[in-house]
């Protein structure tokens, strides 16, 4: 009995600590996450340009998207396309989201954005589903301390499970 309840208890303090499970709701980040999909999160990862990550916002709701600027970054977005510090960003889990643009007479994935430098503390970020996606352009720059986690693993699907790039 024993070994279950210590058991028991290092899984909550992990859970409260380091990992927290979440489910993915909304079209703002696909193809690369679908509807209901799960996912595993670390609360103690070092959050850098390109990851993606669930935050809270005002409305009490958890968005995830992906980081695209940090502190000191200037990000803009250019004839469609990303840039961030004046250099274009390259970006291959935008592919599929591009070609059903493309499809779609939308000729570019995200309306202009001009130039803006990510202050101190926060985080630029935005949805790979551009077309669909409230993020940075719309809610601002994201505080640190808004940030739940890091995504690292993908549970369901099945097909997809294992460590998320």
Same mark, same amino acid.
């Given at each position: 009995?024993k070994v279950i ?56 709701? =958890?968005? #995830?998207?992906?980081?695209? @600027?940090?502190? %000191?970054?200037?990000? +803009? ?19 599929? =989201?591009? #070609?059903?643009?493309?499809? @779609?007479?939308? %000729?570019?994935?995200? +309306? ?10 926060y985080y630029f ?6 077309? =669909? ?5 719309m809610i601002g ?25």
């Amino acid at each position: 009995m024993k070994v279950i309840l210590i058991v028991a208890l290092v899984l909550l303090v992990a859970r409260q600590f380091i990992y927290e499970p979440v489910e993915v709701h909304g079209k703002s980040m696909m193809p690369t996450f679908e509807e209901n999909d799960r996912i595993i999160l670390m609360k103690i990862s070092e959050i850098e340009p390109f990851d993606m990550i669930v935050f809270k916002v005002a409305d009490e709701k =958890n968005y #995830l998207k992906r980081v695209i @600027g940090i502190a %000191g970054d200037t990000v +803009e977005i250019a004839e469609g396309t990303l840039q961030i510090n004046g250099v274009a960003a390259e970006e291959p889990y935008l592919k599929n =989201n591009r #070609l059903l643009a493309s499809q @779609g007479d939308y %000729g570019q994935m995200a +309306e202009d954005f001009p130039a803006i430098t990510v202050p101190a503390g926060y985080y630029f970020v935005l949805g790979d589903n551009r077309l =669909n996606s409230v993020d940075s352009r719309m809610i601002g720059f994201i505080k640190k301390e808004d940030v739940i986690g890091e995504v690292m693993f993908r549970l369901s699907p099945a097909k997809q499970f294992g460590p998320v790039e």
